[in-house]
């Protein structure tokens, strides 16, 4: 995973986006927000989790799939995906 490697400061990034949701979340509950605020602050957390996801799905994608040169280990990375796409999609 060495996309993940030399991305990690924008990964980092976006971890931090997420908790920062994820705290916003927390407060607003804790401080007895309104259903919509809350809601707003879930659907943010939830976009930037997504957004983090998909900047490691497509590195892995681009580095590991496209282009891997032996076909059995780009079958093997692919399923990887499908696995993984399988679960987020449930």
């Known amino acids: ?20 949701q994820v705290n916003a979340l927390e407060k607003a509950l804790q401080g007895d927000a309104d259903c919509a605020d809350v809601l707003v602050q879930m659907a943010a957390a939830k976009g930037a989790m997504h957004a983090l996801m998909m900047e490691v ?6 580095e590991h799939v496209v282009a891997e040169t032996d076909e059995a280990r780009r079958r093997d990375e692919a399923q990887v995906l499908l696995r993984l796409l399988q679960g987020y999609a449930r």
């Open 1 to 20: 995973m060495a996309h993940v490697s030399r991305n990690k400061k924008k990964l980092l990034s976006r971890v931090r986006r997420v908790a920062g």
């Open 57 to 62: 799905l497509i590195g892995h994608l681009d």
